[in-house]
């Protein structure tokens, strides 16, 4: 998450287990936007597992500007990290 942080130019935000808050399943929710990151989710084995451990983590993070982010959905804390670090090396 460190390395997140220094590389962002704009906000970061970290989002864990949303869907408690509404009462609702990870499935209830995730269908419940339309959002295209939540599309892109459901149609994922991260989404089966994420169903199965009744988790969702959501990590949006704005490198360069306050106006483009990219958003990472998934289950476990790490590898959601590790995605977000990936995506910031692809699109320096």
Same mark, same amino acid.
């Given at each position: 998450?460190?390395?997140?942080?220094?590389?962002?130019?704009?906000?970061?935000?970290?989002? /864990?287990?949303?869907?408690?808050?509404?009462?609702?399943? =990870?499935?209830? %929710?995730?269908?419940?936007? +339309? &959002?295209?990151?939540?599309?892109?989710?459901?149609?994922?084995?991260?989404?089966?597992?994420?169903?199965?451990?009744?988790?969702? /983590?959501?990590?949006?993070?704005?490198?360069?500007?306050? =106006?483009?982010? %990219?958003?990472?959905?998934? +289950? &476990?804390?790490?590898?959601?990290?590790?995605?977000?670090?990936?995506?910031?090396?692809?699109?320096?």
């Amino acid at each position: 998450m460190k390395e997140l942080i220094e590389r962002c130019k704009a906000g970061i935000y970290l989002t /864990i287990n949303p869907h408690k808050d509404e009462y609702k399943t =990870v499935e209830q %929710y995730c269908k419940s936007y +339309y &959002d295209s990151e939540f599309i892109t989710f459901r149609e994922t084995e991260d989404y089966k597992k994420s169903i199965e451990l009744d988790t969702i /983590i959501k990590l949006q993070f704005y490198p360069r500007t306050p =106006v483009g982010s %990219y958003t990472i959905v998934g +289950y &476990d804390l790490d590898d959601v990290i590790k995605q977000g670090i990936d995506m910031l090396n692809r699109n320096e």
